[in-house]
T-cell receptor
């Protein structure tokens, strides 16, 4: 186990709704990255938060947003859900923004109907 | 978009055999990592090889990196049924630790 937790485990939403996913980073880690993994594909980088600031973003629209809190836990928010947003959402924590190894949580499976 | 391509997409072997997976990538990298994923769950870090290294071992795992060919291979020796999983390579670029993943190889080890 990595010590990274995510909630909820599964979630079903309707197209157009909004969703918030949560991640608690491993103790001592100040950086959280979020990835989206569509079925049958590898994870794709959404964005990273380092010390409560966004520190890089992948090719995702602005309706994907995030937050990092003083305890370094993080939220991923997705507005105006689309069917293609159905995926496994993974968060990963690392000791800092330059540490190579990332520790992944178990993921949140989001289904949009 | 995916950085790397794993080959093969799927591999089925008998327990005790060796499994080799290959990964190719497109841009200059700082490091390359291999991860395992069981049944659509979280990713488990297996091994990291830096761009100035050519080979690395960890237990039954052997990773090679050829930066001139922009390719890497993961060898799992004496495979076990518990090795059944999806394996992904991920590249780390300079100045930061954001990872770019390939599409993965599905490994099935039959007992």
């Amino acid at each position: 186990e990595t010590g990274v937790t995510q909630s909820p485990t599964h979630l079903i939403k309707t197209r157009g709704q909004q969703v918030t996913l949560r991640c608690s980073s491993q103790s001592g880690h100040n950086t959280v990255s979020w990835y989206q993994q569509a079925l049958g594909q590898g994870p794709q980088f959404i964005f990273q938060y380092y010390r409560e600031e966004e520190n890089g973003r992948g090719n995702f629209p602005p309706r994907f947003s995030g937050l990092q809190f003083p305890n370094y836990s993080s939220e991923l928010n997705v507005n105006a859900l689309e069917l293609d947003d159905s995926a496994l959402y993974l968060c990963a924590s690392s000791r800092d923004s330059e540490s190579y190894e990332q520790y992944f949580g178990p993921g949140t499976r989001l289904t949009v109907t | 978009s995916q950085q790397g391509e794993e080959d093969p997409q799927a591999l089925s072997i008998q327990e005790g055999e060796n499994a080799t997976m290959n990964c190719s990538y497109k841009t200059s990298i700082n490091n390359l990592q291999w991860y395992r994923q069981n049944s659509g769950r979280g990713l488990v870090h297996l091994i990291l090889i830096r761009s100035n290294e050519r080979e690395k071992h960890s237990g039954r795992l052997r990773v090679t990196l050829d930066t001139s060919k922009k390719s890497s291979s993961l060898l799992i020796t004496a495979s076990r049924a518990a090795d059944t999983a999806s394996y992904f390579c991920a590249t780390g670029v300079y100045y930061g630790n954001k990872l770019v993943f390939g599409a993965g190889t599905i490994l099935r080890v039959k007992s």
